[in-house]
């Protein structure tokens, strides 16, 4: 099922990439004669899960290199990532954060495309009708959560607008855009199944929807930093707690107790997975670049599968590396400590090498086949503990058990009593290269002191510049400001 999904994604994405972004992707598009059928509208909602084939990217650039995971510095210091690592000011003219931007809101539009038309008479199939409105309804939450937590206030598209009307639409408070989030989030909770069978493996359910609903109740919980933000310091710990306990206790879900296996190309659809990207290898255009994004060309063409277009490496901090106590077992499957080259050089800088797997590479390194999890069973445990530790009901023995669970499949000692710090230091090695990090620290209101306390020992090259509140969200794109004269007011700090 796993070939017939994402071969529907592949149609897809043939017809969808002529679609021209700014304006355009929340704007109608002249698809009002498409949809005829349930069919037509299953091969719609597919249209939305295609959007996702970039988003580990932009996770990867605008969470993982903003962390103190990476110091992701290039050579030449040309890269679209540099300025993102380093806090540049001018990021308004970036072309990742751009293309985030524009690719949430192709996401939105083909949501919107289809709550706009789907009625009972095209889809007479209740059951039918409700999931694939729950589905569109999951992803118009998605992706604007990821819009309100990268850009702060954004224009909210409830439905499908023409491209004259979206020119009169400006950034919503963030209060607002949420309003939306929460509405979807819940609506899609009623409406998507709880599991579905092997033919749709892939596909969001009620779960991941329950899971991403206890994050954004712990997003919104965080502190405002006095800027537009995704905190609202709004102590919703418990409502979050209660999707969590929900997952851990009724869920499908469980606790794998080998690393490894949870990134195991033959076992993708593992018990640890709540919602993940599926991806496909063999040329087909919907394989998967991030696993070899971090990695360097180098490295990859002596062990003969280097492609003609590789990547520099994005090293990883020497403050990560050290992180690592001496028996933990997830250490050698994370990072790899420089490599030696086809000249018999080592080049000692280090990368993670956590989902490669040399020997499953496709044709180029834009066609790996392994699915990303976004959210994953010891997600839903950790953001439980820091939830409990933030001041939701529960108990420092619910703490101390989590984390020493995932301490113990690592190879380590338990340890007592962890607070904020112990977790966030555990959740750091667990999630390493998984793109949580940067997340983790924004949410706990710790992202200024560490960024800039790892800045002033890490940045041996000079670099980088010291981070404030500010820098927490990234500008409007400038080709978003430019559309209309004061339609969008740009967030502070940034030129």
């Not at 988003?55 to 995971?69: A, G, K, V």
């Not at 706009?116 to 998605?142: H, K, S, T, Y």
């Not at 409502?239 to 296996?261: E, K, R």
Request: proline residues 5%.
């Amino acid at each position: 099922m796993k070939k017939y999904i994402t071969l529907i994604l592949l149609a897809v994405l043939v017809v969808s990439c002529s679609d021209e972004l700014d304006q355009t992707p929340i704007s109608e598009q002249g698809s009002n004669n498409f949809y005829r059928n349930t069919a037509d509208f299953e091969a719609a909602v597919n249209g939305i899960y295609s959007t996702l084939q970039s988003y580990p990217i932009y996770q990867f650039y605008l969470s993982e290199t903003r962390s103190d995971n990476l110091y992701a510095v290039s050579p030449t210091g040309v890269r679209a990532y540099d300025p993102i690592n380093a806090f540049d000011r001018s990021l308004a003219t970036n072309a990742i954060v751009a293309d985030n931007w524009n690719t949430d809101f192709t996401g939105i539009f083909r949501a919107n495309t289809v709550l706009d038309q789907i009625n009972e008479e095209l889809v007479p199939d209740g059951a039918v009708l409700n999931r694939i409105i729950g589905e569109a309804r999951f992803w118009r939450a998605f992706f604007y959560f990821d819009l309100v937590r990268t850009y702060g206030k954004v224009p909210v598209f409830d439905r499908v607008y023409t491209p004259t009307e979206t020119l009169e639409i400006p950034r919503a408070p963030v209060a607002e855009v949420y309003n939306l989030i929460l509405e979807d989030l819940n609506t899609a909770i009623d409406l998507l199944p709880d599991s579905y069978g092997s033919d749709a493996q892939g596909k969001v359910t009620s779960w991941a929807a329950k899971a991403t609903l206890g994050l954004v109740y712990l997003t919104r919980s965080g502190p405002t930093y006095g800027i537009e933000g995704a905190g609202l310091d709004a102590d919703e710990y418990d409502l979050a707690v209660t999707q969590f306990n929900d997952i851990i206790n009724n869920g499908p879900f469980a606790f794998v107790s080998d690393y490894p296996a949870i990134f195991d190309y033959n076992n993708e659809h593992n018990a640890e997975i709540v919602l993940n990207i599926e991806y496909l290898s063999g040329g087909l255009g919907v394989g998967a670049e991030y696993p070899s994004l971090p990695v360097p060309d180098g490295y990859l063409r002596v062990n003969g599968v280097g492609f003609s277009n590789g990547e520099t490496a994005k090293q990883v901090a020497t403050d990560l590396i050290n992180a690592y106590e001496a028996d933990d077992l997830r250490d050698d499957l994370d990072i790899q400590n420089g490599y030696t080259d086809q000249n018999g050089n080592f080049n000692p800088v280090p990368f993670y090498t956590k989902y490669l797997n040399l020997e499953r590479a496709g044709q180029d390194r834009f066609d790996w086949g392994l699915n990303y999890p976004i959210l994953r069973y010891t997600d839903i445990l950790t953001m439980k503990a820091e939830a409990i530790l933030m001041g939701a009901n529960g108990t420092q023995a619910e703490v101390d058990g989590i984390v020493n669970q995932i301490r113990d499949r690592a190879g380590l000692d338990p340890v007592a009593n962890v607070d904020l710090a112990t977790l966030l230091a555990a959740k750091r090695l667990e999630f390493a290269g998984e793109s949580r990090r940067w997340y983790d620290l924004v949410r706990t209101g710790t992202v200024v002191s560490t960024i800039n306390a790892w800045i002033a020992t890490e940045d041996v090259q000079n670099r980088m510049q010291t981070m404030d509140e500010n820098q927490i969200l990234f500008p409007v794109p400038s080709s978003q400001i430019t559309v209309k004269e004061n339609l969008y007011d740009q967030n502070p700090g940034y030129d």
